[in-house]
């Protein structure tokens, strides 16, 4: 694409998750005619600079202007967040409106569009979903405005439409056009896919230590599991062991229980996913959930929740099963298939051509297709 043209973000989660700056990161490697304006409201002054940039072709504008009271407030925060944008961004710069969220993102997007004209695309996100939609129905209205004037509407898994779409069909009638654009996974992992076959008996969890990811049907299900399988061991990796004791309100961790920590290191986590049997990790909601993409470039099947997560992106596979969150008899059913009928891994073969969907440089041709319209 040699046309120049010009991207403006508009993102207030960019400073708590690197998903935004390595989509953005992503089209600028790839799209040397394209420029990017990143406009960032943050809450205290520290965070100015996180996720920042060094190409000429994309500035980041963090703009402290978020006082703690203001979340109480949710159309008031909307209606800062939009007077700031255009005022300190948009008003200054042409180009196409990306809002990396529904409420806190799209409505600015709308409201500036309407006063200056111009498209704009909106992400539908797991707190649009689960919080501001059932939260706010006082301003169904609004989410319809935003909806019915944006170009596309993006969300990151074909289970996230279709729980829109079932949740708030009046709003998603609204919808132009809509594209799913997953979240895309480190290229590490990518590149090392795991090719050998080996013996594999443990149960990992890869998560944060929070009600949302079921960590006490986890353990349940372990516990059955293990008596099934004596030598298996469960290898939990996102807290510490006196967090687990407080979630689940136990004084001891069980036998066969090992607490890890966390783990950001790449080659260690690529070793636990090479030794595990399967990847269980049945949270209430779930975004996306990269821990299972991960998993999958290791050989290491996965149990995730039905209609959540990567729902949707790996159908009629065997080696990923789907289950009710709290259902323990479903998903020990789920871990003793998987460990059945891949003693040894999943066969990378079976896997590669569906990874390759989730690298970051397809990701960003198929959003540049989608916001210009154009074949990159």
């Known amino acids: 694409m040699s046309e120049k043209r010009s991207i403006v973000h508009i993102c207030n989660n960019y400073v708590s998750s690197k998903v935004h700056s390595r989509l953005i990161a992503s089209v600028d490697s790839l799209f040397k005619s394209v420029s990017q304006v990143v406009y960032v409201p943050i809450r205290r002054e520290s965070d100015a600079g ?36 255009y005022s ?19 409505f600015p997007a709308f409201i500036c569009s309407r006063l200056r ?37 993006i969300f990151v898994s074909p289970a996230y439409e279709m729980e829109f779409k ?39 969890f890869v998560g944060r230590f929070d009600r949302n990811k079921n960590l006490d049907v986890v353990l349940e299900v372990f516990s059955k599991f293990s008596i099934l399988n004596p030598d298996s061991r469960l290898l939990l990796v996102g807290g510490n062991a006196k967090e687990l004791k407080h979630l689940l309100g136990i ?56 209609g959540q997560g990567v729902s949707g992106y790996f159908d009629g596979c065997e080696y ?9 008899d479903e998903l020990l059913r789920g871990v003793c298939f998987l460990t059945e009928h891949y003693p040894m891994g999943v066969p990378i073969n079976d896997v590669e051509e569906r990874l390759k969907f989730f690298s970051w440089n397809s990701i960003a041709h198929k959003f540049i297709l989608s916001i210009f319209r154009v074949r990159p």
């Open 166 to 204: 079932a949740r708030y069909p009046c709003i998603f009638k609204a919808v132009r056009r809509s594209v799913i654009l997953p979240n895309g996974v480190d290229m590490c992992w990518l590149n090392n896919v795991f090719r050998e076959k080996v013996v594999r008996k443990d149960l990992l």
């Open 251 to 306: 004084q001891v961790i069980p036998p066969g229980v090992n607490v890890l920590g966390v783990i950001s290191d790449f080659d260690t986590l690529k070793k636990l996913y090479r030794s595990s049997a399967a990847l269980l990790v049945p949270s209430r909601s779930e975004t996306f959930g990269l821990v299972y993409i991960e998993a999958l470039t290791q050989g290491c099947p996965i149990v995730h929740t039905k």
């Open 320 to 328: 990923v099963f789907s289950g009710c969150s709290n259902d323990v």
């Open 117 to 153: 004209g111009g498209a704009y695309n909106i992400f539908v996100r797991g707190t649009d979903l689960n919080f501001f939609l059932p939260k706010l129905p006082h301003y169904r209205f609004l989410f319809w405005l935003v909806v019915r004037y944006a170009d596309n509407v």
């Open 50 to 85: 996180v996720n920042s940039f060094g190409s000429v072709r994309v500035s980041v504008a963090y703009d402290y202007c978020l006082p703690f009271f203001i979340k109480f407030f949710p159309l008031l925060k909307v209606l800062w967040v939009s007077f700031r944008f």
């Open 88 to 106: 300190k961004v948009y008003r200054f710069h042409s180009g196409v409106i990306v809002a990396h969220s529904l409420w806190s993102d799209g």
